[in-house]
């Protein structure tokens, strides 16, 4: 007689995000960099989360009034009250790439790494149409 092996439930099936804050904004000033800084610092305290918006609330708490958060399934995004353009952003970083403001573009790659390919030309067969 066989016996199924004992199932053992996943607390959790999904792994950890991996939280960072880029942002995207110059702060407008003295005070919203010092805000932005503790986002900072709470967020990298905080790497490890299941669920990034779980961090929501802090955020909000961090930057008080005057500014708009909200998350979407995956992260959290903060616009300065009234605007429409994302100051800064909370993202995984196993699954995204956002940048501070200050950081440089990175060139951009071609649409296909694809290289053209020369024919392999058989002899005694008729050479292939170029493309």
Known sequence: MTQSPKAVPLADPFPPQHAYLAIEQKPADAAEKRRMEAVRR?????????????????????LGAGYEVGCGSAHIWVLRAGETQRLAIVADRLTTAYRDWFEPVLEQLPATTRRPHRRLEIPGTPPAPAP
């Not at 967020?43 to 299941?50: G, N, P």
């Open 42 to 62: 709470h967020v990298q305290a905080h790497t490890h989360t299941t669920h990034l918006r779980g961090l929501a609330g802090a955020v909000k708490k961090l």
